[in-house]
């Protein structure tokens, strides 16, 4: 299991990742946050206190080696936006509206908070570039991913084909159901894929949010993928979840850096 700790920190690293980057999904392990933000919150509009959110941010990025002020961070929307990070984020600064961030500065975080929506980290090692995306089911029927790769080829000149890219934990299939209005966007979305990606039973429907960002980017020309394959319902010791937890819970962070 590509589970790490480090400094009372448990964090998840994946595999398809070189070691010139620097990249982890954290688990909820390790902070300093009381219940039912307990214990490694990072996100600061959940009722806790600013302090212990800072202080579990910067316990996270210790962790993996790099100081707060290397953090770019966005205001998430669940859009399909993207923004090019080309130095930290000024802490005073008003964060951009975005759920895509990319860079190829080595003094740059990227980072974003999750509770059940879907990581996507990604990596072109030949021209030396990250990002991030947030996709939960609307940013995912919006094409996050799809415009994160977008975003890369465009800016940077990235070939799909060499990007490397990692679904990271988020909430499976299982425990995932949605109403009529949401699979309909995702037959609008999808197409014949959406088949795919729901799945009724006892009355019920579920959707596959790992399946769905896969099958996107792939379609973009992304070979290389990795899924962890957690669901963060399931596994309420190391991840927040939104849905498990009815909404009284907090966020766990997500970041990468070029090395």
Request: proline share 5%.
């Amino acid at each position: 299991m590509p589970f790490i700790h480090n400094n009372g920190i448990r964090y998840y690293s994946f595999d398809i990742f070189p070691r010139t980057v620097t990249q982890a999904v954290f688990t909820r392990q390790g902070g300093v946050s009381p219940a039912p933000w307990d214990s490694l919150n990072v996100g600061g509009t959940v009722g806790d206190d600013v302090e212990r959110v800072r202080e579990n941010r910067a316990r996270s990025f210790s962790a993996l080696g790099r100081t707060l002020d290397s953090l770019f961070d966005v205001w998430q929307v669940h859009s399909a936006d993207a923004v090019h990070a080309d130095a930290p984020r000024p802490v005073h600064e008003d964060h951009h509206k975005a759920d895509i961030i990319l860079t190829d500065k080595p003094d740059v975080t990227l980072y974003m908070r999750f509770a059940d929506c879907v990581p996507i980290l990604l990596h072109d090692p030949k021209k030396n570039v990250v990002a991030i995306a947030h996709a939960g089911w609307l940013g995912t029927v919006r094409g996050a991913s799809s415009a994160a790769v977008r975003a890369m080829r465009e800016k940077y000149g990235s070939k799909p084909k060499d990007i490397l890219a990692a679904i990271g934990p988020s909430i499976g299939v299982d425990h995932y159901e949605v109403g009529p209005d949401v699979i309909s966007q995702v037959e609008q979305a999808f197409g014949p894929d959406a088949k795919r990606l729901v799945e009724s039973r006892d009355g019920k429907t579920y959707l596959d949010l790992w399946a769905a960002n896969r099958i996107q980017l792939e379609k973009s020309g992304v070979e290389q993928i990795e899924i962890a394959d957690i669901c963060t319902a399931c596994h309420l010791d190391d991840w927040f979840s939104h849905r498990a937890e009815k909404g009284k819970t907090g966020r766990f962070g997500a970041l990468i850096a070029l090395a």
